[in-house]
């Protein structure tokens, strides 16, 4: 077994403590952030709030954030088993776009498509998810 001797030791301990003085040494500031004056304060307008009511550009809550057609397949397909049939039926009812089918727990990627419909299954092998992505 290696023995550590006095000079490596108090060197490597040197080393650290350096790296950890520098990184505290930089998280200070120089000067202590100026207040805003009185005077700066009483001459500023009150900050207008937003009114509750919903814009008319908004989309509605049906077809909010559904590129992909997951709204048009959840009812009719949620629970089903994704065989070849009723994904030809998926398919065609949200048209010409990517869907991607796995099971829960499956790795996937991270690249978010609006457009794609993902189907995801449940252990049990049946549908319990429409969603875009």
């Given at each position: 077994?290696?023995?550590?001797?006095?000079?490596?030791?108090?060197?490597?301990?040197?080393?650290?403590?350096?790296?950890?003085?520098?990184c505290?040494?930089?998280?200070?500031?120089?000067?202590p952030?100026?207040?805003?004056?009185?005077?700066?304060?009483?001459?500023?307008?009150?900050a207008?709030?937003?009114?509750?009511?919903?814009?008319?550009?908004?989309?509605?809550?049906?077809?909010?954030?559904?590129?992909?057609?997951a709204?048009?397949?959840?009812?009719?397909?949620?629970?089903?088993?994704?065989?070849d049939?009723?994904?030809?039926?998926?398919?065609?009812k949200?048209?010409?776009?990517?869907?991607?089918?796995?099971?829960?727990?499956?790795?996937?990627?991270?690249?978010f498509n609006?457009?794609?419909?993902?189907v995801?299954?449940?252990p049990?092998?049946?549908?319990?998810?429409?969603?875009?992505?």
């Amino acid at each position: 077994m290696p023995r550590f001797t006095a000079p490596r030791f108090s060197a490597a301990a040197a080393v650290l403590v350096l790296m950890l003085g520098a990184c505290q040494a930089g998280s200070e500031p120089s000067e202590p952030a100026a207040s805003p004056s009185p005077e700066a304060t009483a001459t500023m307008p009150p900050a207008e709030t937003a009114s509750p009511s919903p814009s008319p550009s908004a989309p509605t809550s049906d077809t909010a954030g559904d590129e992909c057609g997951a709204s048009k397949v959840s009812a009719r397909w949620l629970n089903a088993l994704p065989t070849d049939d009723v994904k030809a039926d998926i398919a065609a009812k949200v048209g010409d776009r990517p869907i991607r089918y796995y099971t829960q727990g499956d790795p996937i990627t991270a690249d978010f498509n609006a457009g794609r419909l993902n189907v995801e299954s449940g252990p049990d092998g049946r549908i319990k998810l429409f969603r875009c992505g």
